[in-house]
Structure formats: structure tokens, C-alpha cells
């Protein structure tokens, strides 16, 4: 329980600092405009689009294609024996 405490005090802290230095309003300006963040150096419409259109074709592929390929890169391994093997309780 403490951990998760922990955790999402982290997170929440995280979220106040980027939003008080406006990250959400850089993130969109640098996908949409091509806007690199802190400067004045501007990235040209077509690099904007290609990255983006691969950022997504990777997204798209890992979800849905890359489960069907796993299987046959990396067949589940069965096991001979699947009985359960009891072990004596040692009573101190």
C-alpha cells in the first residue's frame, strides 16, 4: 500500500511540473507544427509527416501484427510433466 501511495504522489508531482512549464503546449507544437521546443529552429512539413505517419505504423503494427508473428518466432514451451509435486511441511 505504501508503494502505490508512493507512486502516485510521484506522478502527480510529475504532472504539476509539466504542466507548470507548459509541456503539453510544446508537445502538440513540436507533432503538429514541427516546433522544436526552446528554439527557433523549425523541422519542414514533409520530415513533420513521415515521422509521424511512422510513429503511428509502429504503434498500429506492434499492436495488432506483432502477436500473431510472436507465435511463431517464439512457440509457447510445454512441459512434460504437469503434475504438482507435493513437498513434506517441515513442522519446527
Known sequence: MKKAITIICLIGALLLILDSVHA????????LAGVIPGTNILISATDTLAANATAITIVILRI?????????????????????????????
Open 64 to 92: 495488432t501484427v506483432w502477436p500473431t508473428i510472436r507465435t511463431f518466432f517464439f512457440p509457447q514451451a510445454t512441459t512434460a510433466d504437469t503434475t504438482k509435486k507435493h513437498t513434506p511441511h517441515r513442522v519446527i
Open 24 to 31: 503539453s503546449h510544446w508537445l502538440v507544437l513540436f507533432f
